[in-house]
């Protein structure tokens, strides 16, 4: 089992800036995938960016030059830092754990961002 503990979100105006983070604990693996995912209010839940151990980043189109993922392996504990947000990134982000085979297998119990215009 793996536990995951968010912080970071609240309310920010337009514009401004967030840093969520999510701390892993419990049985990790050494390879192993950390993500965040976003739900806003009456749409699909959507991946927002992802990190593999090794580094490897992914991001939403609707993010890319905005958001940057990271981590910090020996905490085992991702970032993710939010710049210029937008009203549309309103949502409730989650963190994820998983392995190369599985890479979302365990989520975390979500952070509210709220951006104000």
């Known amino acids: 089992q793996v536990q995951l503990v968010e912080s970071g979100g609240g309310l920010v105006q337009a514009g401004g800036s967030l840093r969520l983070s999510c701390a892993a604990s419990?049985?990790?693996?050494?390879?192993?995938?950390m993500g965040w995912f976003r739900q806003a209010p009456g749409k699909q839940r959507e991946l927002v960016a992802s990190?593999?151990?090794?580094?490897?980043?992914t991001y939403a189109d609707s993010v890319k030059g905005r958001f940057t993922i990271s981590r910090d392996n020996a905490k085992n504990t991702a970032y993710l830092q939010m710049n210029s947000l937008k009203p549309e990134d309103t949502a409730v982000y989650y963190c994820?754990?998983?392995?190369?085979?599985?890479?979302?297998?365990?989520w975390g119990q979500g952070t509210q961002v709220t951006v104000s215009s």
């Open positions: 990190i593999s151990s090794g580094g490897t980043t």
């Open positions: 994820t754990y998983g392995t190369m085979r599985v890479p979302v297998n365990y």
């Open positions: 419990g049985n990790i693996f050494t390879l192993n995938i």
